[in-house]
């Protein structure tokens, strides 16, 4: 019996190594940078860092075909590296001697980057799946929404040039009235006759003031009685 039982595990593990080699048929290469990507606060990677990511894959293809039939011992790795870099596969539930296809298994992937990524505090960069894509980062949310953010642009534009509209009135009135006053002053110093007595300008008598003619005056000063 036990020999039985040693005959079937090691068939297993033939055929499991079959599954899972370099280029194999379905075959994913895996690298990791955690050094890189977290300096002073890199983890080992050891036989627990390797069953969390036989779980983040279990639960990609659980969650990808809505099914709760892929289990942790359906995922294979195979010839890891000290740099941290290995292959794995993930064989069919039901026979567990053939693997999914790839375009399944890469599909998973795809739709659960982000949550495989946030397990190991890595991103697309550092956590590579060298035959799958990288996936863009969901959609930030923006804090203020967009339609807003437009609708105060064109308000502030709006609010721009309604007062460029006012400044340049204001200056084009100061302007106009600046030229009146000047066209009056000219108007007034052109109408004002100017009359000349043997060649020299003489100013205009006040008729309505009246002017005394000095030579008379002092005539009239000298004969007054005192």
């Not at 026979?95 to 982000?114: D, F, K, L, Q, Y």
Request: charged share 20%.
């Amino acid at each position: 019996m036990l020999g039985v039982l040693l005959l079937a595990f090691s068939l297993v593990t033939i055929i499991h190594s079959e599954l899972c080699r370099p280029d194999a048929q379905n075959a994913f290469k895996v690298r990791l940078s955690i050094k890189t990507a977290l300096g002073d606060n890199a983890y080992a990677w050891d036989a627990s860092e390797e069953y969390l990511f036989k779980a983040m894959v279990a639960f990609a293809m659980r969650r990808y075909s809505n099914k709760a039939t892929t289990q942790i011992s359906n995922v294979l790795l195979c010839n890891m590296t000290e740099r941290v870099s290995f292959w794995f596969v993930v064989t069919d539930s039901a026979r567990n001697v053939t693997t999914v296809p790839g375009s399944e298994v890469e599909a998973a992937i795809r739709m659960n980057r982000n949550r495989i990524n946030s397990a190991f505090l890595l991103t697309d960069n550092t956590l590579q799946f060298l035959k799958i894509s990288s996936t863009l980062s969901p959609p930030i949310e923006p804090t203020v929404p967009v339609w807003l953010v437009v609708f105060g642009v064109v308000l502030c534009l709006v609010v721009a040039g309604i007062l460029l509209l006012v400044v340049s009135g204001i200056r084009q009135y100061k302007k106009k009235k600046h030229e009146s006053a000047e066209t009056g002053d000219l108007e007034d110093n052109s109408n004002t006759p100017v009359t000349t007595e043997n060649g020299i300008p003489c100013d205009i008598l006040d008729l309505k003031a009246g002017q005394i003619n000095g030579v008379y005056a002092a005539d009239d000063e000298r004969l007054t009685p005192l």
